[in-house]
């Protein structure tokens, strides 16, 4: 199969860079996609895998058997949620995830809970959403270009609402609480359309990352959301698949607002890339169903609860703990995005810098006061992306598109590695910067009317 475009071949990794084959050190500024958070190569991390790999259990068949290395990273899990969540499952990619919270929730309301309801089949997700590559849990995202080649082969029994997307969607002079507010209107007209015992779960990247661009919810959403599906009976699912575990400053990027869901997803940076893993946790409200109910969740993957992955992502986390790697993320965030606004907040495309914590997305527009995306048959995200990765630049940044509509408006995504230094910030924002100031000044003299 022919990927999109040619590779590049990395030989090996050095701390937060990929050395590739002419030598070249790409310096990964965003994590590839947002995964690693620590590096490349921590003997911590090595120690944790042997020791698991020598005990001779690095897969177990999870019908019969359980390791404690799972147990244990559940625990560190539900634990960090202050106990705010029940129980943890563990699974391959993060889409595995999204597709077994849609089926928990199913469970959920058709067995599990006091008063059985057959008919809630339907789940709410945000416009231009994504939360993954499965059919499913393609059904279950509004991104209209990733879903396009498959709209027939998808279930449908997804319907989204606006996505809480300020630089864009709140009106001139609208306060947050208006915002919000309208926000709340269309969730429950949605609800209300469908059938107010129609709607098994709501779906929400509490920042958004890959399809918007880290966009944060403004303050008031996530609780004003919570309200709804509160009153409607709707499970509230949290995909922090690319937001959480420490990107924005907190363990789970929903303890900012405190507002906690019934379920949510993890993955990504959960074993720092070292292993694909991808958890999904439990709340009370749901973990006391199933137990009331002596339900077992009807689902099942070969390599759930993977022990050797648990032991990767467990030592991980414990570095993120040891190394005091949240004060970092914190303590460079706003340096990172503070530098990066000097550098670039005033360039004529650059039409917003946003984002959270080391989550931070640069949106580019033709027009910055009209806020007019660039046409999309330019690709100008995967261009930047493309010229960050020769030698000149030497930098990895996470291209987007579609952020306007689906189709149209483009974004690239800092999501660095959560124990840089400041010198490694002004690598980044030198290298960026660099990058998106020449790549404009090549497009416009490649511009009719400006040759
Ligand atoms: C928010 C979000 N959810 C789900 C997924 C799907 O995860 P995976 O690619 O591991 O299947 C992604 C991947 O980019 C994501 O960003």
Not at 304 to 313: G, T, V
Not at 342 to 355: A, F, K, N, Q
């Amino acid at each position: 199969m022919r990927p999109k475009r040619p590779l590049f071949k990395v030989e090996r990794g050095e701390g937060n860079e990929y050395v590739l084959e002419d030598g070249t050190c790409v310096y990964d500024a965003a994590g590839g996609a947002a995964v690693s958070c620590i590096g490349r190569a921590d003997k911590r991390v090595e120690k944790a895998m042997v020791k698991q790999f020598r005990k001779g259990i690095s897969y177990l068949p999870s019908l019969s058997f359980y390791a404690q290395v799972s147990v244990d990273l559940a625990n560190w899990l539900v634990d960090s949620t202050d106990g705010k969540m029940a129980q943890v499952m563990f699974y391959g990619s993060g889409s595995n995830g999204i597709d077994a919270a849609q089926k928990l929730a199913r469970q959920y309301h058709k067995r599990a809970k006091l008063n059985p309801e057959e008919d809630r089949i339907f789940f709410i997700a945000r416009d231009r959403s994504y939360h993954g590559a499965t059919l499913d849990a393609l059904d279950l995202s509004g991104h209209k270009a990733r879903r396009a080649y498959y709209e027939p082969m998808l279930a449908k029994n997804m319907r989204t609402v606006p996505p809480c997307y300020p630089y864009r969607e709140r009106l001139d002079n609208e306060t947050d609480a208006a915002y919000v507010q309208r926000l709340k209107q269309a969730l429950v007209d949605m609800i209300e359309t469908l059938g107010p015992t129609k709607v098994a779960g709501f779906i929400v990247e509490p920042v958004v990352g890959a399809a918007l661009g880290c966009v944060a919810a403004v303050d008031g959403y996530l609780a004003a959301m919570r309200e709804v599906c509160d009153k409607y009976d709707i499970l509230l699912i949290f995909d922090e698949i690319m937001c959480g575990l420490g990107r924005t400053g907190y363990m789970h990027a929903w303890q900012k607002s405190g507002v906690v869901p019934d379920i949510q997803l993890i993955g990504k940076g959960l074993a720092g890339g070292f292993a694909e893993i991808s958890g999904m946790l439990v709340g009370h409200k749901v973990a006391k169903a199933f137990k009331g109910s002596g339900e077992a969740f009807a689902h099942g993957h070969t390599f759930q609860n993977h022990p050797l992955a648990c032991a990767m992502a467990l030592a991980t986390l414990k570095i993120i703990d040891e190394d005091r790697l949240l004060e970092n993320v914190r303590q460079k965030g706003p340096i990172l995005a503070r530098k990066l606004r000097e550098r670039l907040g005033s360039h004529p495309y650059v039409g917003d810098i946003r984002g959270e914590g080391l989550f931070w997305a640069i949106e580019f527009v033709m027009d910055k006061l009209t806020k007019t995306p660039f046409e999309s048959k330019l690709n100008i995200a995967d261009e930047i992306h493309r010229m960050g990765l020769t030698k000149q630049y030497a930098v990895w940044v996470y291209p987007g598109s579609g952020t306007v509509d689906g189709t149209d408006g483009d974004h690239i995504i800092l999501a660095p590695a959560f124990n840089i230094t400041e010198e490694e910030v002004d690598i980044i924002v030198e290298r960026t910067a660099t990058l998106i100031e020449d790549y404009f000044k090549g497009l416009d003299e490649s511009m009719p009317s400006n040759s």
